[in-house]
């Protein structure tokens, strides 16, 4: 979104969190990550909602996703498996999906997220 040119004008706002204690201050129920796993569709979903929430924006995107990378603090989740999730405020409605992953690099892997959530994205607009 950021290489877009004029997206200032309805893009005010975006978080990166790696770790789940920043998932949990930025809203993400921690029982919600203890309970289905920080790689879930579930904790894809209240990160849409609570990035909504927290800007009081329309729309909501959450992505969360294990890599082939070993993290310590979050031992379980599927390889190259990615969870997603728009939130819309108004009807307060999701679009999550899955999507599985198989490039040879990791930003050939971003490419392919960016492009599952930008397509349900442009839907919603529509």
Same mark, same amino acid.
Not at 41 to 51: K, R, T, Y
């Given at each position: ?11 005010? %706002?975006?978080?990166? &969190? !790696?770790?789940? *204690?920043?998932?949990? /201050? +930025?809203? @993400? ?24 929430? %927290?800007?009081?924006? &329309? !729309?909501?995107? *959450?992505?969360?996703? /294990? +890599?082939? @990378? ?57």
């Amino acid at each position: 979104l950021t290489c877009i040119p004029g997206v200032s004008e309805v893009f005010h %706002f975006g978080a990166v &969190t !790696y770790s789940n *204690g920043y998932k949990i /201050k +930025m809203g @993400v129920p921690k029982e919600t990550i203890d309970t289905y796993t920080v790689y879930s569709s579930q904790v894809a979903e209240a990160m849409a909602h609570a990035i909504s929430e %927290f800007t009081t924006s &329309t !729309y909501g995107i *959450g992505v969360t996703g /294990k +890599m082939n @990378v070993e993290d310590p603090e979050n031992p379980s989740g599927d390889n190259d498996t990615i969870y997603y999730s728009l939130y819309h405020y108004p009807t307060n409605s999701y679009v999550t999906k899955e999507i599985k992953v198989h490039q040879k690099t990791r930003r050939e892997n971003k490419k392919v997220i960016i492009k599952a959530v930008m397509e349900d994205l442009k839907e919603l607009l529509k």
